[in-house]
Nanobody
Framework: VQLQASGGGLVQAGGSLRLSCAAS????????MAWFRQAPGKEREFVAR????????RYEDSVKGRFTISRDNTKNTVYLQMNSLKPEDTAVYYC???????????????????WGQGTLVTVSS
């Protein structure tokens, strides 16, 4: 199984980026997908999650209204559209796959089965 994250880069505060995560060797439509991030010197944290059929999405409070998670099951890809970026959004962003579609502990990285390699997002002030 491979999850290949891309789309990171350097952007000014207020700008936008779109991250992509392409899955291979995985029945993509059977997995809920999520994005996590890890800022320098901090623990990895939950950012957003989308259910198998994209009906249900979840967001960390600080990104609500700015970030949008989506997926295209025909392309085996999950996206994270990030708008109104802030310096505190600077982090390595990881995509993750979860065989379980439901559950209250969706923010817990321990429930995820597969992880991508991460893509760096740097937001300058």
């Amino acid at each position: 199984v491979q999850l290949q994250a891309s789309g990171g880069g350097l952007v000014q505060a207020g700008g936008s980026l779109r991250l992509s995560c392409a899955a291979s060797e995985l029945t993509f439509s059977l997995y809920a997908m999520a994005w996590f991030r890890q800022a320098p010197g901090k623990e990895r944290e939950f950012v957003a999650r989308i259910s198998r059929s994209a009906i249900l999405t979840r967001y960390e409070d600080s990104v609500k209204g700015r970030f949008t998670i989506s997926r295209d099951n025909t392309k085996n890809t999950v996206y994270l559209q990030m708008n109104s970026l802030k310096p505190e959004d600077t982090a390595v962003y990881y995509c993750a796959a979860d065989r379980r579609n439901l559950g209250d502990n969706y923010y817990d990285e321990r429930r995820y089965d597969y992880w991508g390699q991460g893509t760096l997002v740097t937001v300058s002030s």
